[in-house]
């Protein structure tokens, strides 16, 4: 049966395409805008002052939450740390505590990202395994936590702890593309970092199969199936551009640049799609080497 489906956060790279593959598979779309709404299937809200029109959502089976201020689109000033952390929480609060004033247990998908982990070196870590330290998963911590709301008034809710989406035209990769090309998409820092990696349509495919699924709930890891460190994604991309890829960019060169992103950026984190596996879902992009040969085709 066709969903009726709200999306915040509709304009962002997951987002905008999360939108696409709903409507595409026969699903109406709501895209909560914070602006006027200009069409048909927009409707305006202000997560900050915590407003929403509870009327425009009567009907809908699901909400998918991917508001947020992008993680690495500036330096972290205090400033800005605190836009990362409200933008979320203030979000996730208004949307949550909508859905628990809708009818019926509305199916949802709550934002979160593979920050939640922290700098873990070589451990394995599973939907079961405890938070880390530092700013992030800090920060993950109280996004989570504000979709009680929802939790509380029963709707199955499942949180999606996103590691880095790969996609051509966005995000992380479209940074790395361009050096990769030039054979000089070398690792970063040491590059025996695990990195998180997960390309954009498995990501969207998995939001699909949870909206599919609503059995399934609390934290999923969104990220691919093979585990990898940095340097192997770094190799893999210089192989899909027939580029080498050994000139490293040195840890004090990217603090210099990104200044304290770029420790997060040097975290390692070895996190398995446990939930997602147990589940029978299928990734296209199952392995580094995949995932460069689909970015270096579409590029």
Known sequence: MPQRVAVTGSSGLIGSALCHALRDRGDEVIRLV?????????????????????????????????????????????????????SRV????????????????????????????????????????????GFLAGVVRDWEHAADP???????????????????????????????????????????????????????SAMLFLLDNPQITGPVNLVGPTPARQKELAKALGAAYHRPAVLPAPSFALHAVLGEFASDVLTSAKIAPEVLQDNGFQWVSDTVDTVAEWLARTA
């Open 34 to 86: 914070r602006r006027p709404g200009r069409e048909a299937d927009e409707v305006t809200w202000d997560p900050g002052a915590g407003e929403i029109d509870l009327q425009a959502l009567q009907g809908v089976s699901a909400v998918v939450n991917l508001a947020g201020a992008g993680i690495g689109d500036q330096r972290w000033t205090p400033e800005y740390k605190q836009l990362i952390r409200s």
């Open 90 to 133: 203030d979000a996730t609060t208004t949307i949550a505590t909508a859905v628990a004033a809708l009818d019926g247990h509305v199916r949802f998908l709550s934002g979160s990202a593979s920050g939640f982990y922290g700098d873990r070196g070589e451990q394995r870590l599973t939907e079961r395994s405890d938070s880390g330290e």
């Open 150 to 204: 929802a939790v509380q008034a029963g709707a199955p809710t499942a949180y999606l702890r996103t590691g880095i989406v790969l996609a051509p035209d966005g995000g992380a990769a479209s940074r790395m593309l361009p050096l990769a090309k030039w054979g000089l998409g070398g690792p970063l820092g040491s590059g025996r970092q695990w990195f998180p990696w997960i390309a954009l349509p498995d990501h969207v």
